[in-house]
């Protein structure tokens, strides 16, 4: 296993404490139970954010905390559902009096512990609701899933809810926009290699040299079909089609294009694959009006993209486009 | 080789066309000769900054193109410098009479292009002037190499500079703070696999499962000792210390301190290196005033890192506190 680490049990740990050191100007980490939270939460009158989910995925979510975008992020183990008590005290924390919403992906564990901790908060008296992302069209159940699993559209979620918030919509308005999200967001991912999980210590699966596995997870569950190398416009192709024919997005709607490197894949591979996902969606009748090019939601050092696709309205590109500043998305401010 | 990729000799024409699409907003991307140059240039006024150097080391160059940054990025085809061509026909596209700056790293392909073209284009009336960065303490002269490498403070380099021109500094002003960085910053880097050069089709150089190379270049040049893997920390030690000695840093400076991902290594590594050489940085009595954490300046998917150093003064800070909006670097604006 080659990775810069030290002990692979204190691995989530370390990373914390470099995100601590880091971002003292953004979020403070707080530990036993980890979680990541603004500097400057819990703000009074705002509807808090809070996301989680097991380490591996980074930046999602510790490095989208802060100012239009997450309250707090609750980090379990590598792919590992974080615990009730973390999203508990997370949303005891960024808890201004106008209730908190939990963005969830969807994942049974985190589904499960996320769905615990709204209730013990409901319990404290605070206003709790719920979205769970379940965006990726490759599979209908899976290790890990009931019914789809929650993918890239996350992080998009977590922009355009963090930015809702911060005007100070009302937690109901605020969760309209995630379940737009929701709803109009779209996602697919392939694998060129494995990741290997740091307490394991080798490889998730195996996949030959000459082959890849399109419609993988985000942990390595097994997508749709291994097949031969393809050239990056024949994977693109693979990935696209599924995407716009899901939902089906319009001829002459506006949408949000992003191409997601897994970890280990990188930003030259990704704009060749940007150019080819652009045309077909052109090709569509569809117009990009924003994207998103890079690693976002990874999956360790795996090598590999996932596409998402989101439709866009106004509201949408509005709170796309508002301020935001995190360690991982940074503009308008 | 894997990769997502069509054909090997395609991959930066693709590649720029990728960008073309993706930031019209921010660039135009020139053909024939291939460059990249901000959408607005030249302006009128303002010193011009261009680099450029062999792709493959994505975002650097052509994702720091824009306001507050790069007028133009030159992309040779992969590891392989730009040709004069390129680098005269873009130090023309962003001349706007107030001369131009060209950023070079210290390449032997580089500099002798950048010199020619330099010369070309004082022949055509524009004033330029040069500085080339070789802030590598690894190694002594290398492969491509007299002296040593350019390699993080570049990406340094580009946005300080850029941030000085954009409040019209004078070229001679402007050269100045890229001398300074070129004096003050210090690099050096470590690989746990090779990349492998498309064209090539095999890894460049073949590294064991249970061994690293430290102060390995950005070509995968050789470096100072191959090693059996170490922990984070010793990693962390070994690529530090070289840096620390080397300048020497004073005990109450300030610095900027920089961990790169070579591509392939994943934020969740970085942030334990990141704790790590922040760590070490404070207990010579160092003061970490700014970061950057991130894959900025790659070799294609090659794993491993590489930590830059620069020390920071009154000027330096606000230059780099200045609006940005490129690709690979945005924020106040």
């Given at each position: 296993?080659?990775?810069?680490?030290?002990?692979?049990?204190?691995?989530?740990?370390?990373?914390?404490?470099?995100?601590?050191?880091?971002?003292?100007?953004?979020?403070?980490?707080?530990?036993?139970?980890?979680?990541v939270v603004r500097v400057d939460a819990p703000i009074k009158g705002k509807v808090g954010i809070i996301s989680g989910g097991g380490s591996g995925h980074e930046p999602m979510h510790g490095g989208f905390v802060g100012m239009g975008m997450l309250d707090a992020a609750c980090p379990g183990a590598v792919f590992t559902s974080p615990t009730p008590d973390q999203m508990l005290e997370a949303t005891k924390a960024v808890n201004g009096g106008a209730g908190v919403l939990?963005?969830?992906?969807?994942?049974?564990?985190?589904?499960?512990?996320?769905?615990?901790?709204?209730?013990?908060?409901?319990?404290?008296?605070?206003?709790?609701?719920?979205?769970?992302?379940?965006?990726?069209?490759?599979?209908?159940?899976?290790?890990?899933?009931?019914?789809?699993?929650?993918?890239?559209?996350?992080?998009?979620?977590?922009?355009?809810?963090?930015?809702?918030?911060?005007?100070?919509?009302?937690?109901?308005?605020?969760?309209?926009?995630?379940?737009?999200?929701?709803?109009?967001?779209?996602?697919?991912g392939m694998a060129l290699t494995s990741c290997t999980v740091p307490h394991v210590g080798k490889p998730t699966f195996d996949l030959p040299e000459n082959e890849m596995e399109i419609g993988i997870g985000i942990h390595g569950e097994p997508g749709r079909q291994r097949l031969p190398l393809k050239s990056a416009d024949e994977i693109v192709e693979m990935l696209m089609e599924p995407i716009i024919s899901d939902i089906p997005y319009k001829s002459g709607e506006q949408v949000l294009l992003f191409v997601n490197s897994m970890g280990g894949t990188p930003l030259l591979e990704l704009y060749v694959a940007y150019r080819k996902a652009h045309e077909i969606a052109s090709k569509h009748g569809l117009k990009v009006v924003r994207n998103l090019?890079?690693?976002?939601?990874?999956?360790?050092?795996?090598?590999?993209?996932?596409?998402?696709?989101?439709?866009?309205?106004?509201?949408?590109?509005?709170?796309?486009?508002?301020?935001?500043?995190?360690p991982g998305l940074r503009w308008g401010i």
């Open positions: 296993m080659k990775k810069i680490i030290n002990k692979p049990e204190n691995i989530v740990k370390e990373e914390l404490e470099g995100v601590a050191v880091a971002h003292p100007d953004l979020v403070k980490v707080h530990y036993d139970p980890h979680f939990h963005i969830v992906k969807n994942y049974t564990g985190d589904i499960m512990n996320f769905e615990m901790a709204a209730d013990l908060a409901r319990g404290e008296g605070i206003e709790v609701s719920s979205v769970v992302i379940d965006d990726d069209v490759a599979v209908k159940d899976s290790l890990y899933t009931a019914g789809r699993r929650g993918v890239g559209s996350t992080v998009l979620a977590e922009k355009v809810c963090g930015a809702a918030a911060e005007q100070h919509k009302s937690l109901k308005e605020v969760t309209d926009v995630c379940v737009k999200v929701k709803n109009w967001g779209r996602s697919m090019i890079g690693p976002y939601i990874t999956s360790l050092e795996m090598a590999g993209i996932s596409i998402t696709m989101l439709k866009m309205d106004d509201e949408l590109l509005k709170l796309w486009d508002a301020p935001v500043k995190t």
